[in-house]
């Protein structure tokens, strides 16, 4: 990024965001009521919340993957709601990474390949420099030895960690995860908190996880809780003293 | 585009069963394209050829001789009720000129002037009906490969001398070096030398055809210096009509194509190239079909990794590419193999077929054929291809 970012560089605001479904439809359901938030480029946050509480549909507005109903999402402060569709995906794929619950890897691509990806999409051909990035963040991650190998030869936290170097090859400014550890097992969630925690620190990149689980959005500097379309709390602490990595 | 060949290569290359199902199938169907339309070709040059070894391209003949009426003075109202003149032989007037005309005409291969008139063929005490035909050797060989014909003797025509068919030669029994005497109308007779027998493959000129030297036929025929026939060969036969018209304008004589001679054959030629074109077509929508469902079930398997590639900062035309090439990479593999298997059928009918006639591969329709189901491919994509750009990412990804 060429601007100077400090940790307090606002990296995203949300101004008054409201999501329906059904538009015009007799089952029109609003999912959020007005969201405002802002985060900041140090922030390490955790978005909780019960099912049905609109978790993942407001990941998707602020990852650009959908469009507000109203409200604005302004990310490094530039507003996105008037963008058409590949001015946003453009902004997504410079600005934001992704980490799904099911690491979304795509089978017919190498470990290297698949964490490749996010460039490739919107630089081509990758040159020798970004092999060596995308080498240097599978190293990162715990992968060095497992560059090669097709996402079907790896189990379920190394493919999470390829997902997650993956997400990091954009250099994005916003790293966001929806639960990221739903389906993997307590030791390899923390270990996969311990990660982010990392990234946070080490890339300066904000970073925003959904999840269930109390004991790892205890790790995290500040937690959002929203319930039934608004945020119920937004605390921060000091983290929990942090879980073993393994 | 680098990154869309690469994605569409891998995809190909992963859902392997289901690729080489549809290559197989583009294969079969550019297969029976190749062969088929390699075969009709054949069939058809061969047929063409065979009709126009032994006739000339147009013939230019005088115009008929009609009567003329002198309409009285005054203008009265006329009745007339006349017969059709009978045609007697007669002579292209200023023959020499015509030739001379014809020769320099661009796209004419070759002009021959040509006595033709009837006569009977007499040996001892069997007579048989002949068509005598009195040529410039030179100048006709150019129009009928007589030297290829030729089963006995040698091709010399001079004064004297004279051809025969095979079927006149063992009707009237006569071997080379025999006599035969000719007698025309006016009982003008000559006696010749036969030189040589010829057999054309058609019965019918093989029993009549008595090819004689032009002096001796015009004087047997009672046309001195004249020439009743030009038989002309062009370069492009298809435009005979088009030169025949031209010709006909140019000269003032009639001009007859052998398109108009022959047209049942000509129509059963057409016909043929008609079914050919709708065979391949009818193939070719099939194949169409065949590769448009195979990727309407690949963007429906590959649901949830379009949505990766589009949350990943993959825009929309970056995925309609992949699947478009996808289409394209399936019909130019598909038509490669096609096209080499049609190739190898060819090769064994012209190897181990009945040998009727041989069927030889135009050097433009193997290319032809890949570059059309290349292109038949991508436009199969394009529904597919559109559909998987349209796909919502937040949808797609979440799909299971």
């Known amino acids: ?246 | 585009m680098w990154v869309e060949w690469h994605i569409a290569l891998k995809f190909l290359r992963e859902s392997g069963a289901q690729t080489l199902l549809i290559v197989i199938g583009i294969a079969v169907g550019t297969s029976v394209i190749v062969f088929i339309t390699a075969l009709i070709t054949g069939l058809q040059d061969n047929l063409i050829e065979r009709t126009l070894g032994t006739q000339a391209h147009i013939k230019v003949q005088p115009p008929d001789e009609i009567n003329l009426t002198v309409t009285p003075p005054g203008n009265p109202a006329l009745l007339t009720l006349e017969d059709r003149r009978a045609q007697r032989l007669h002579s292209i007037l200023s023959w020499q000129d015509v030739v001379a005309t014809l020769d320099g005409l661009p796209g004419v291969k070759a002009v021959s002037p040509v006595v033709a008139g009837p006569a009977f063929g007499v040996r001892g005490v069997a007579v048989k009906s002949v068509a005598v035909l009195g040529i410039d050797p030179v100048r006709y060989q150019r129009i009928i490969p007589l030297s290829k014909y030729l089963v006995a003797g040698s091709l010399r025509v001079g004064a004297g001398d004279t051809l025969i068919g095979r079927k006149l030669a063992d009707d009237l029994g006569i071997r080379i070096g025999d006599k035969l005497r000719l007698e025309a109308s006016g009982g003008r007779t000559a006696v010749l030398n036969v030189t040589g027998i010829f057999q054309l493959g058609v019965s019918e000129l093989d029993t009549r055809y008595v090819y004689l030297d032009l002096k001796q036929a015009q004087s047997l025929l009672d046309l001195p210096g004249g020439v009743t026939v030009i038989d002309i060969t062009i370069d492009d036969i298809f435009a005979a009509e088009t030169y025949a018209a031209r010709i006909a304008r140019l000269t003032g004589l009639k001009a007859e194509s052998w398109i108009e001679t022959n047209a049942q054959l000509v129509n059963g030629l057409r016909s043929q190239s008609l079914s050919t074109v709708m065979i391949s077509v009818f193939v070719a929508i099939s194949v169409a079909f065949g590769i448009a469902s195979v990727l309407a079930v690949s963007v429906v398997q590959r649901t949830r990794e379009i949505g990766i590639l589009r949350a990943m900062g993959g825009p929309r035309r970056q995925i309609q590419r992949v699947f478009l090439l996808q289409g394209g990479v399936l019909g130019l593999a598909g038509s490669t193999a096609g096209a080499a298997a049609g190739y190898g059928l060819v090769w064994i009918f012209n190897t181990f077929g009945p040998g009727l006639f041989y069927i030889p591969v135009a050097p433009a329709l193997i290319p032809g054929a890949m570059a059309i189901a290349t292109l038949v491919g991508v436009v199969a994509a394009a529904a597919p291809a559109r559909r998987a750009a349209r796909l919502d990412p937040v949808v797609a990804i979440r799909y299971v």
């Open chain 1, 1 to 246: 990024m060429s601007e100077p970012a400090t940790p307090d560089t606002e990296v995203l605001r949300l101004v008054g965001l409201r999501k329906s479904y059904g538009v015009g439809t007799p089952v029109e359901t609003e999912v959020l009521h007005g969201t405002d938030l802002i985060l900041a480029q140090r922030d390490f946050a955790a978005l909780i919340g019960p099912s049905g509480s609109g978790k993942s549909t407001l990941l998707n507005l602020l990852g650009l993957l959908d469009t507000p109903t109203d409200g604005e999402i302004y990310l490094l402060g530039q507003p996105t709601r008037e963008m058409d569709d590949d001015a946003r995906t453009a902004l997504r794929g410079s600005t934001i990474g992704f980490v799904f619950q099911f690491h979304h890897l795509l089978p017919a691509f190498t470990a290297l390949e698949n964490v490749l990806l996010p460039r490739m999409l919107t630089h081509g051909r990758p040159r020798p420099d970004d092999i060596a990035l995308a080498s240097r963040l599978l190293a990162d991650v715990g992968l060095a030895e497992f560059t090669d190998r097709k996402p079907s030869n790896l189990s379920g936290g190394q493919q999470q960690r390829v997902a997650i170097a993956r997400a990091l090859m954009t250099r994005p400014r916003l790293l966001l995860a929806d639960e990221p550890t739903g389906n993997l097992d307590t030791v390899t969630a923390a270990s996969v908190f311990a990660l982010f925690r990392r990234i946070n620190r080490d890339y300066g990149c904000a970073v925003l996880v959904v999840t269930h689980d109390p004991r790892l959005s205890g790790t995290c500097d500040r937690t959002i809780e929203l319930v039934d379309g608004r945020i119920v709390s937004d605390t921060r602490h000091s983290p929990d003293a942090p879980l073993a990595a393994a």
